[in-house]
Structures are given as structure tokens and as C-alpha cells.
């Protein structure tokens, strides 16, 4: 609730800020956006800014990642949202995280105590970032230049390529400081199994011991990318038709238990499935999915979590742009319907689709046929072994 107020205050009052702001700059000629490089030097702060959620925090890593190398002396922090803690504990990063959707007033409060030295701005089209930004007094401010109501207040600009991989426009942030280094998801976050609750591990490992299992999450903060239970259940028959010990286990939040309970119900394989959906965080989850020999589900936080953890991965697209939020890699593939009118989500923003036809057409037969590509079963034919034309 309180996120939404905030992205509403964001659209309204943000906008009006930015515009105000920044034309008052622009009048007083205190500056003006540059796309010239920054010699990095004698920078001790930084602050990275990233609102959103988990896919988004996901894909930021390797930005974290390397400015920590390039400057191993600086203080860097991290706006963003509490939701996002675990991740940030899975990168070795929780120290630096500044939550602005805990205590928003006194976020702004810190902001202000001490100035930093460069200040980079990962959102790509609100407005409260870029007031965040200005706020932190860097005198290097770098932004997308995508959303003309902000760029006055930024000193760097850098182009969004709008069907770009996400992980490389955050990468391309860190152009003005020098940096070129590629954006390497795979092995960005690590699991350490010893702070696993004993319980779940020895549960775990008694998958693991019948011949391994595979991770299903059928749910998405968005309805507009649920596949149909019954096809996610008619998947996981198949996969179990090749492989007779193989088990499955159900991820996702609380929120997804009943979508999670027609699968199990749809799926008719007794005690080889079971359902952890709401019961673990997602540092737990992520332990879980670390183990499993092939994660598969939709376009999800979940699903960056298991390529940024290196587990085989198959993720079915509907709305979403695959090429922007895919993944890459010879143990990744991606699954959908190519239609005239997909993708057609921005921003987080879906075209108001009852039908959801790019989801409703997708053949369980692509997917299936992705998940053998990427993570070899018994039994595979010549033909499996082609990458689905839907990939």
C-alpha cells in the first residue's frame, strides 16, 4: 500500500517537482547535462539508486559489483526497497542499503547529512529518483535520458535503449566514470548453505537424494503473466514422464498460494510434487532453487534469481519484452508466442488484455522442448535437442 501512494505521489507531485526544479536550474545556468567522462577521481561516496523490484535489484548487482572493484575505498549506498533486502544479502551488499519505502522522511533527512561524490539514478522514467539524486548534493548526476521532465536535473545523460537487456543500460550508467566493463549476471549472488534452516536443508536433501527436483513457480506480482495452472501442471507431468524420480517443488510468495494450489491439484502426482509457496523468504527460496537441477517458471523476480544463481533456467514470456528481461547463456532459454501485438509492457504498464492471448496460445510443447535444451533428460531424441522456434 504504502508504495503505491508513492508511486502515486510520484506521477503527480514528482513530475511537478522535477519540472519546477529543473527549469530554475536551467534559468540560474548552474549547469547543463554533459556526456563527457568523468576521470574518477577522489570519489569516496556513492549513492545508486534503484526503485523496483526484485528482477530489477537482480540485474543491478553487477553494477554494485563493480563499482566495489573499481573503487574498493568508497562508501557506496543503495536507495531502494525493503522487499529488496535479501537480494542485497545474497550480493554481500545488506550494509548499504538505505530503505526508502521503511522511513521515507528520514531517508531524505540522510540524504542531506553528507554530500556524495557521484550519484547514479538506475530508474528509468519517475520522477522522485532524479529529486533523490539532486538531493545528495554529488556534483556528477547520472541518469537515462528518457523522460524529458528530469534530464535538467541530471549532469550526465546516458541513452535507454528501450529493447536493450536491462543489465547492460544499468552497466552503461557507469560509461561517465570510465568504467566498460560487461554486465555478468550469472554468479552474482551466492547461497550459503550453512545459514539454510536445518529443517529446509534436510528437506533438500532428500530431494536431492530420489534423484533431484525441479523448481516451478507458476506466479508473478503480475496476473498478466500467469500462465494457465493447468498447463504449468501438464508441464510437470511430462518433465516426470522422462524422469520417473524426479520431484518438484512450488516457489512463490503468499500471495500466489492458491495459484500454487491449482497446479498441485491439476498436476495428480502425488507426494512428487509439493508446495513451499508462501512458507519460505527469499533468501530460503533461493537456497532452494540453488539446488534444484532446472528452475522453470514465468518472467519473474524469482526467475532472475535462479540465472544470477547459475541453476539451468526456462522462463515462459507473455506481455513482457524477453529480450529486455530474458536471460542469457548456453543454460538459459526463453519461451513465447511471438504476436503482432507482443510485447506490450513498459515500465511496469500492461495493455489492458483480458485474454491474454500470448500466454493462452503458448504450447506446452515449446516449453517442455526448452527445458530438455537446457537441462538434458533421459531419453532425448536428435529433435530435442533444437532450440524451440518460439525461443
Known amino acids: 500500500m504504502k508504495v503505491a501512494v508513492l508511486k502515486l505521489l510520484d506521477s503527480t507531485l514528482?513530475?511537478?517537482?522535477?519540472?519546477?526544479?529543473?527549469?530554475?536550474?536551467?534559468?540560474?545556468?548552474?549547469?547543463g547535462p554533459s556526456p563527457e567522462a568523468v576521470v574518477p577521481t577522489a570519489i569516496n561516496r556513492i549513492l545508486l539508486i534503484r526503485p523496483g523490484g526484485m528482477g530489477d535489484m537482480v540485474l543491478l548487482i553487477p553494477v554494485l559489483k563493480s563499482l566495489r572493484r573499481n573503487f574498493p575505498h568508497a562508501v557506496i549506498h543503495l536507495v531502494c526497497e525493503k522487499r529488496n533486502r535479501d537480494i542485497l544479502r545474497l550480493a554481500g551488499f545488506s550494509d548499504g542499503a538505505l530503505l526508502y519505502d521503511a522511513h521515507p522522511f528520514s531517508l531524505l533527512r540522510r540524504l542531506r547529512q553528507a554530500p556524495y561524490d557521484v550519484a547514479?539514478?538506475?530508474?528509468?522514467?519517475?520522477?522522485?529518483?532524479?529529486?533523490?539524486?539532486?538531493?545528495s548534493r554529488a556534483p556528477v548526476r547520472i541518469g537515462f535520458k528518457i523522460n524529458p521532465g528530469r534530464n535538467l536535473l541530471y549532469t550526465h545523460l546516458v541513452n535507454y535503449d528501450l529493447g536493450g537487456y536491462e543489465a547492460d543500460q544499468f552497466m552503461n550508467l557507469t560509461r561517465p566514470l570510465g568504467l566498460l566493463e560487461p554486465a555478468e549476471v550469472e554468479g552474482c549472488l551466492t547461497v550459503d548453505m550453512a545459514a539454510v534452516p536445518l529443517g529446509l536443508l534436510r528437506r533438500i536433501e532428500r530431494l536431492?537424494?530420489?534423484?533431484?527436483?525441479?523448481?516451478?513457480?507458476?506466479?508473478?506480482t503480475s496476473r498478466y503473466k500467469h500462465w494457465a495452472p493447468e498447463k504449468v501442471a501438464e508441464l510437470m507431468t511430462q518433465l516426470g514422464q522422462n524422469e520417473t524420480s524426479l520431484s518438484f517443488v512450488l516457489l512463490g510468495n503468499?500471495?500466489?498460494?492458491?495459484?500454487?494450489?491449482?497446479?498441485?491439484?491439476?498436476?495428480?502426482?502425488?507426494?512428487?510434487?509439493?508446495?513451499?509457496?508462501?512458507?519460505?523468504?527469499?533468501?530460503?527460496?533461493?537456497?532452494?532453487?540453488?539446488?534444484?537441477?532446472?528452475?522453470?517458471?514465468?518472467?519473474?523476480?524469482?526467475?532472475?534469481?535462479?540465472?544470477?544463481?547459475?541453476?539451468?533456467?526456462?522462463?515462459?514470456?507473455?506481455?513482457s519484452d524477453s529480450q529486455k528481461w530474458g536471460a542469457r547463456g548456453p543454460h538459459r532459454a526463453v519461451v513465447r508466442k511471438p504476436l503482432?501485438?507482443?510485447?506490450?509492457?513498459?515500465?511496469?504498464?500492461?495493455?489492458?488484455?483480458?485474454p491474454v492471448t500470448c500466454l493462452r496460445e503458448l504450447p506446452v510443447a515449446d516449453v517442455l522442448q526448452a527445458c530438455r535444451?537446457?537441462?538434458?533428460?533421459?531419453?532425448?531424441?536428435?529433435?530435442?535437442?533444437?532450440?524451440?522456434?518460439a525461443v
Open 120 to 135: 547514479i539514478d538506475t530508474e528509468q522514467f519517475h520522477y522522485f529518483s532524479a529529486l533523490m539524486a539532486l538531493l
Open 340 to 354: 503482432v501485438c507482443s510485447p506490450c509492457c513498459i515500465f511496469g504498464y500492461h495493455k489492458l488484455c483480458r
Open 254 to 319: 503468499s500471495s500466489e498460494r492458491q495459484l500454487a494450489d491449482r497446479v498441485l491439484a491439476a498436476a495428480g502426482m502425488g507426494g512428487r510434487v509439493i508446495s513451499l509457496t508462501g512458507q519460505l523468504t527469499v533468501a530460503q527460496s533461493a537456497a532452494v532453487i540453488r539446488r534444484a537441477v532446472l528452475y522453470v517458471g514465468g518472467d519473474s523476480g524469482l526467475a532472475h534469481v535462479a540465472v544470477a544463481l547459475g541453476t539451468p533456467t526456462v522462463i515462459w514470456f507473455g506481455p
Open 14 to 31: 514528482g513530475f511537478v517537482l522535477c519540472w519546477a526544479v529543473g527549469w530554475f536550474r536551467f534559468l540560474l545556468r548552474t549547469e
Open 208 to 220: 536431492e537424494s530420489t534423484g533431484g527436483f525441479v523448481v516451478v513457480h507458476a506466479g508473478s
Open 373 to 389: 535444451t537446457v537441462r538434458p533428460f533421459p531419453g532425448r531424441t536428435e529433435v530435442d535437442r533444437a532450440v524451440p522456434s
